[in-house]
Structures are given as C-alpha cells and as structure tokens.
C-alpha cells in the first residue's frame, strides 16, 4: 500500500531541492542507497575543484539529513519486476539503472517516488505512484 504521508526522493530532487516547492513534497521524506551513491560518484564526476566540493557538500548534507533505504532483498524481488516493466514499455533496462533500482527499492517500501523526471519513471507507474515535482 503507497504511503501518500511519505514518499522517496529520487536523485534529482535531491539535487534540485532548494528549487522544488517544499508543499510538493509529503511530510516524511526518503532517500534510497542508491542515491548517495549517485551522489557520491556525481562528486568524482568533475574536474573542476569548485564543482567537486559543491557536489561533495550535498553528498554529506544528504547524508546528514536522511538514513537510505537500502538496497536489499525485497528490494532485489521488486527489481524483476521494475525491469520486466521496463522492458514491456520498450527500454532497455540496462538504461538509466540507477532509477530502475530507485524505482526497486521505493516499490519493496511501498512509497511514491517524487521526481523531477516523471518521464523516466514512466515504465513503472503500474507498480508505483510516481510525482512530478
């Protein structure tokens, strides 16, 4: 059952978030695992040493401010299932993994995924309620 008291920010809210209206996000946030990870390889992404330390600064913000939903075993069951959907839609699952296991994880929590990319969540919207912000 989705949660609509809660939900699961995916990368690019979190990365946008002093842009998003606070009123569009529910009152309990999340973040999964794999967000920080994105996070963390975003902050190694770049040569530029002022754009590094920003990246690295919202990758300990995000750590300080939320403990992650892991990547765990009913998570992985939700993943066939976030794949197949995918694949049904005519993408290649091997596109955009990182949202495929964000996707996972928010489907094994029962939460809705807030995005400021609906489109790329479009696949699972069967399995999962998905928010524009």
Avoid at 58 to 81: H, K, V
């Amino acid at each position: 059952m989705t949660d609509r008291g809660a939900g699961l920010l995916d990368t690019s809210v979190v990365l946008d978030i002093d842009r998003v209206d606070a009123t569009a996000l529910p009152p309990l946030t999340a973040i999964a695992a794999i967000t920080l990870a994105e996070l963390a390889a975003g902050a190694h992404g770049t040569r530029d040493l002022e754009e590094r330390a920003r990246r690295q600064d919202r990758l300990q913000w995000a750590s300080a401010t939320w403990e992650p939903l892991p990547f765990d075993a009913a998570a992985a069951r939700a993943y066939g299932r976030v794949y197949a959907a995918t694949r049904e839609h005519g993408r290649s699952g091997r596109v955009r993994r990182a949202d495929l296991l964000i996707a996972a994880t928010a489907v094994a929590s029962g939460l809705p995924i807030y995005t400021r990319h609906a489109d790329d969540y479009a696949p699972v919207r069967g399995l999962v309620a998905v928010i524009a912000v």
